[in-house]
């Protein structure tokens, strides 16, 4: 894939969203996350997509004995690296349509908001399998289905002035364009049957499946969210071996 993320404009844009700021405390789907990982003391962790290490400096930071971010764009791991000083912490440029980790190399695989980039996600979920130790753990988040199914993804107001997220294209799989960050961005939009059935078939068992959406609580500190609660925004998931 072209590396999205090294693109000057995005990176600029990407770079001063809150999440990219405040790190997993300005990602509103992090607490969700978080309860589904193991405890991390003494795992050796892997995350996939890692973006500027937020999840890979917090992982060292619970105790984990090692851990390796993976991402395709140099400007990501470029930030990432300038923000890290953790000898635990090692970060790889990889493409994820082709990476191959070690057979039974780590206990945890991470992915926050990277798998909606992958077009071969049932060769990544085989190696990840492959890589994983026995009693090893998958968790990863995606865009969910209903926000990457729409070929021109947006809110709209009905006949009853109802705030609606028209939804087309829900059973086309595939590639989705639309623009964002003042470019053209690919993503691969699947159903979450095909999310469920590509990890069985790799061999996973399924733990956990969540269409998140923020707690009335989070909506009463941040009200810009409330609208995240009409329809599901990430997908969490979580298996094992
Ligand atoms: C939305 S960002 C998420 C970053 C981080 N995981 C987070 O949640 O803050 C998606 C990340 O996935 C990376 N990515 C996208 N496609 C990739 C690929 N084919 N191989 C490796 N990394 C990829 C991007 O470079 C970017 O850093």
């Given amino acids: 894939m072209s590396a999205l993320y090294d693109d000057e404009t995005f990176f600029a844009g990407y770079s ?17 996350m978080r309860a589904l990982l193991p405890p991390l003391g003494g795992l050796r962790v892997l995350d996939l997509g890692c973006g500027f290490g937020w999840f890979a400096r917090w992982a060292a930071g619970e105790g984990a004995a090692s851990v390796i971010g ?20 090692r970060y790889l440029r990889a493409d994820l349509e082709a990476f191959e980790p070690a ?19 049932d060769r990544l979920f085989g ?22 199914a729409p070929s021109a993804p947006g809110w709209t ?50 733990d956990h499946l969540e269409e998140w959406a923020p707690t009335l609580e989070q909506v009463e500190a941040r009200p810009d969210w409330a609208e995240e609660r009409q329809r599901p925004t990430f997908m969490l998931m979580a298996a094992q071996i």
Avoid: C, N
Wanted: hydrophobic share 40%; no cysteine; aromatic share 8%.
């Fill in 127 to 148: 190696a990840i399998h492959q890589a994983l130790s026995p009693g090893g753990r998958l968790v990863f988040s995606v865009e969910h289905p209903i926000f990457t």
């Fill in 103 to 121: 057979p039974h190399s780590v206990d945890l695989v991470h992915s926050s908001l990277a798998f909606h980039y992958i077009e071969k996600l």
């Fill in 16 to 32: 001063g969203m809150v999440r990219s700021k405040e790190g997993l405390a300005g990602a509103a789907e992090w607490p969700a």
């Fill in 157 to 206: 107001v009905d006949g009853a002035g109802r705030k609606v997220w028209p939804v087309d294209g829900y059973q086309i799989e595939g590639p989705r364009t639309t623009r964002w960050l003042g470019r053209d961005v690919v993503k691969q939009h699947r159903t979450v049957g095909t999310y469920v059935t590509l990890l069985l078939r790799a061999g996973f068992t399924i």
């Fill in 70 to 89: 993976v991402d395709v764009s140099e400007r990501m791991l470029e930030r990432a690296r300038t923000m890290t000083d953790d000898a635990s912490i």
